[in-house]
């Protein structure tokens, strides 16, 4: 499968000639050719060429790419910022990005966090380490049991609350899905109270999804159930809609469908996949192929694509696992599908009747049922 990029009419701006492709980040996205990482504008011209051995998106200005197995961070001109000196690293967030050095006392690496000058903010004594959001950041490191246990810690590197936690997400809003031991998946706020018992996740647009019995429903901050708990599967709210999955009885598969904040569905169920929002659409699969419907479930950009992902600035993501630079209508379409199959319908065409050597394509299409 190649990937290339749409426009929102549903337009190939970018051709499908990659063998990865992320979303644009800061007006570049980062492909894959042969195995090596670059970055392209909206163009599809390459800005910094494919050499990288690995590569994050761009954020607050800088990316994080990989060479000989360490990590380090270039600009959009693709100068290296800050050397490749890290074992491992991630993005930058609130100006600070978490990184792993070689600690041989612990045969193994430690996390801390580096400016954006690459000098360390806070130095690496941490099991693992995550992103900083709200201020703070999750951490993995020695409880007083002696077991590795989350907590999150400030920009200064001080527990802002100890590692008391199995598992610990990032705080949204000032909440933070926690499992605090002997107590489940809780909600936790930045005071430490511990505000629910429903099974959390991060909150979007003020509800979070949260396990009823054996269903899927959404909570408020409060820890209410809102939205009640009867969807087999369901995604984070975005723009007002989030998509929920209900089991067809008759299929015994699950068809995905949009409800409002409200609970109400707004579009149907008769998705095999759906997406979030993003910019106004929202990708699906119907028919085992890949497109883009509006808030009212209308496609806008009809299922046509092996694979599809969110828009972002204004583009988005597509695979084709078949692709033909000539494929510019429908019509070259068929010509490319016919000729694919030619070898198989010369057979069939000559058992017809037709000159396996001089028939005409539209009659073939149309004993094909093409046209």
């Not at 360490?70 to 967030?93: L, M």
């Not at 099991?127 to 950041?137: I, P, Q, R, T, V």
């Not at 998705?271 to 990708?283: L, V």
Request: hydrophobic share 35%.
């Amino acid at each position: 499968m190649k990937y290339g990029f749409i426009d929102r009419v549903g337009k190939l701006v970018i051709k499908p000639q990659y063998d990865q492709a992320r979303a644009f980040h800061e007006g570049l996205a980062c492909v894959v050719i042969n195995g090596k990482y670059g970055f392209i504008d909206r163009t599809g011209n390459f800005v910094i060429e494919p050499k990288y051995h690995n590569a994050g998106n761009f954020h607050e200005g800088l990316a994080r790419v990989a060479v000989d197995g360490e990590y380090g961070f270039i600009d959009r001109t693709g100068d290296f910022v800050i050397e490749p000196k890290f074992d491992d690293a991630g993005d930058f967030h609130e100006g600070l990005a978490c990184v792993a050095v070689e600690n041989e006392l612990s045969h193994g690496g430690k996390w801390g966090y580096i400016d954006m000058s690459g000098d360390f903010a806070i130095k690496p004594k941490f099991y693992s380490a995550d992103d900083f959001y709200e201020g703070l950041a999750v951490v993995e490191d020695l409880g007083s049991n002696k077991c590795i246990l989350f907590g999150y810690v400030d920009k200064t590197g001080n527990y802002f609350i100890k590692p008391i936690f199995n598992s610990a997400e990032k705080f949204n809003g000032g909440l933070a899905a926690v499992n605090y031991p002997g107590k489940g998946m809780c909600l936790l706020d930045k005071q430490g109270n511990l505000c629910t018992h429903y099974f959390p996740n991060d909150f979007s647009e003020g509800l979070s999804i949260a396990m009823g019995d054996d269903k899927l429903g959404f909570i408020d901050r409060k820890g209410d159930f809102v939205i009640e708990p009867k969807f087999d599967d369901a995604g984070d709210f975005h723009d007002g809609l989030a998509c929920v999955a209900i089991e067809d009885e008759m299929f015994y598969c699950d068809k995905w469908g949009y409800i409002d904040t409200n609970g109400v569905l707004v579009v149907e169920p008769k998705f095999d996949e759906a997406n979030a929002f993003s910019e106004g659409f929202a990708c699906v699969r119907f028919d085992d192929k890949y497109g883009y419907i509006n808030r009212a479930g209308i496609f806008v950009i009809e299922p046509q694509f092996d694979k599809a992902f969110d828009f972002s600035e204004g583009f988005a993501t597509v695979g084709l696992l078949h692709y033909n630079d000539n494929k510019n209508n429908d019509e070259d379409y068929k010509n490319d599908y016919y000729s694919e199959a030619k070898e198989g319908w010369d057979m069939i065409a000559g058992d017809a009747g037709f000159d396996v050597d001089d028939y005409d394509i539209d009659e073939v299409r149309t004993f094909l049922g093409m046209d």
